[in-house]
């Protein structure tokens, strides 16, 4: 039933974005304003709430717990691991917006500070940071959790449904589960088809600016139709194979063009970004955590923080299912350091290897980045590789490393898509894998045929405040299912020790019983 209503929705959504797109967008705007507007305040504090929540989980008493029980092993080195995360998760964005935003920020600047200073500078940085760290991973890394000990702890189906059986019941089978299991296949599923056409514009002005070949419609759908070969034939081969093999190539291949940017860019400059950056960001992140603009008026925060983390949210189901199906054996310690901590720490070395070249190239004259945002975000990457030698071969790495994001995601996407609209537990059937392969590679071509991208992705991010509620109920019916599995470990140590303690006690008067009867020998 979740498949089918699914489907009919998505169809749905797409016609009207591609029919009516103009009138379509202004109604998703205005909701979009209101909804930032009016609860703002509840996505940052829903948001500082969850990442506060993770830290307790890893470092408390619940830490040595272990998803799939107490004798489980990992499935995937730490390495494949990893990989994943960092393609699922976040692949194609830092990519996107690795020089793009920290520009942004530079030109029109938060807190009140005046554009192009060094102030300006320095705060562009640290809400990169901010946007791409802590905050973004500790939401994946909630649902990820959530999933992964329901699923393979409590024999769970992998559906966003069951997270809620502690509190709802046996209502998370009937229509209140399938509502939610609907909502979450659909946000999926046009976030990840948003996302994708995106990526689609950007790969499509890197071949512009590598092959001079212009980006019109028909090469962006051509990229599509490469991309859809390219996942269809990574999917179907399954997450040990395909998804794992890419993720860990793709990861080489992003360290490889982030070397070469460290050492043929402004060396010293960037290591001095790094480093200050993380001190300025540990400094202000409960600050930047809960940070409203109630007396100036401006809509910063709303532009980019909440529009960020209304994002994630809405991203959650779908990041959150991939990550919980490749983290069994893990201990909550290990899966939540291995999902917040790492991934930001890996995230922050891209800024401030991207963002500091970029804005170093803006500062110093080396290439004017502002113009070129003009032209659009996706145009900023390409045009810093001109600061930089050897820029021919930086744009076709960025264009290959882009390529195989783009197959990475969707490949994940595929994946979770499947499990999320079938009621089985365990791998998908190959023929619903199959349907929604094709399903987002048709929603990425008719919106970016009917221009409706932009009105689906504001959608998205009004679809995110039931999310967010949802979040807070995901909290406490975990805390309540990990209490009871932390009490029944308790429990059996103890028996365990009380065991351990009445055979100590026996074999001790066993051996005084002996040492006596040899006493009373002649």
């Known amino acids: 039933m979740v498949f089918r209503i699914s489907i009919a929705l998505i169809i749905a959504l797409v016609l009207i974005a591609g029919i009516a797109p103009g009138p379509f967008n202004d109604v998703v705007q205005s909701g979009l304003t209101t909804v930032i507007r009016s609860t703002g305040w509840m996505y940052l504090l829903v948001v500082f709430v969850t990442l506060s929540f993770l830290m307790y989980l890893a470092f408390g008493r619940f830490g040595s717990l272990r998803i799939g029980g107490e004798e489980a092993e990992p499935d995937f080195s730490n390495a494949s691991w990893m990989s994943m995360l960092f393609a699922a998760g976040m692949g194609i964005g830092l990519v996107f917006w690795g020089a793009a935003e920290p520009i942004s920020h530079f030109i029109k600047p938060p807190e009140g500070l005046a554009p192009q200073s060094m102030e300006a500078a320095r705060a562009s940085m640290r809400y990169a940071f901010f946007h791409w760290g802590l905050h973004p991973w500790a939401i994946y890394a909630l649902i990820g959790l959530a999933m992964a000990w329901f699923q393979f702890n409590r024999n769970g189906r992998g559906l966003i449904s069951d997270l809620l059986q502690p509190i709802i019941g046996a209502h998370h089978r009937g229509w209140m589960g399938t509502v939610v299991n609907v909502a979450a296949v659909v946000a999926t599923a046009i976030g990840v088809a948003t996302t994708l056409g995106f990526g689609t514009i950007q790969i499509a002005a890197g071949v512009e600016r590598v092959f001079g070949i212009r980006s019109t419609v028909p090469v962006q759908l051509t990229i599509i139709v490469v991309a859809f070969v390219l996942y269809m034939a990574s999917t179907t081969s399954g997450v040990n194979r395909g998804i794992k093999w890419l993720s860990n190539f793709n990861l080489g291949l992003a360290a490889l063009l982030l070397a070469l940017i460290l050492v043929l860019g402004p060396t010293g400059f960037i290591f001095d970004t790094f480093t200050t950056t993380i001190g300025s960001y540990l400094n202000s992140l409960v600050t930047m955590s809960l940070r409203m603009s109630p007396f100036s008026g401006s809509t910063w925060v709303a532009d980019w923080t909440i529009f960020y983390w209304a994002w994630w949210i809405a991203w959650a189901p779908f990041v959150g299912s991939f990550i919980a199906r490749v983290s069994r054996g893990r201990s909550i310690r290990e899966f939540v350091l291995g999902v917040v901590i790492a991934p930001s720490v890996l995230g922050f070395v891209w800024f401030s290897v991207f963002g500091g070249t970029a804005l170093w190239s803006q500062i110093f004259g080396h290439v004017d980045l502002a113009q070129a945002l003009g032209n659009g975000y996706e145009t900023v990457l390409f045009t810093m590789f001109d600061s930089l030698p050897m820029p021919t071969v930086l744009s076709v790495i960025a264009l290959?490393?882009?390529?195989?994001?783009?197959?990475?995601?969707?490949?994940?996407?595929?994946?979770?898509?499947?499990?999320?609209?079938?009621?089985?537990?365990?791998?998908?059937?190959?023929?619903?894998?199959?349907?929604?392969?094709?399903?987002?590679?048709?929603?990425?071509?008719?919106?970016?045929?009917?221009?409706?991208?932009?009105?689906?992705?504001?959608?998205?991010?009004?679809?995110?405040?039931?999310?967010?509620?949802?979040?807070?109920?995901?909290?406490?019916?975990?805390?309540?299912?990990?209490?009871?599995?932390?009490?029944?470990?308790?429990?059996?140590?103890?028996?365990?020790?009380?065991?351990?303690?009445?055979?100590?006690?026996?074999?001790?008067?066993?051996?005084e019983e002996t040492r006596e009867e040899a006493a009373r020998a002649p």
């Not at 089985?424 to 221009?451: H, S």
């Not at 949802?470 to 028996?495: F, H, I, P």
């Open 400 to 511: 290959v490393l882009l390529m195989i994001f783009f197959v990475t995601s969707a490949d994940s996407a595929v994946l979770v898509l499947a499990t999320m609209s079938t009621e089985e537990a365990g791998d998908p059937p190959l023929a619903r894998r199959m349907v929604w392969g094709v399903a987002i590679a048709l929603i990425a071509g008719v919106l970016l045929l009917a221009g409706g991208l932009t009105a689906l992705q504001g959608m998205i991010t009004i679809a995110a405040l039931p999310f967010a509620l949802l979040m807070l109920l995901v909290m406490w019916s975990l805390y309540r299912v990990l209490d009871m599995e932390y009490a029944l470990q308790r429990r059996r140590a103890q028996r365990a020790r009380r065991m351990m303690d009445a055979w100590i006690e026996r074999e001790i008067a066993a051996q």
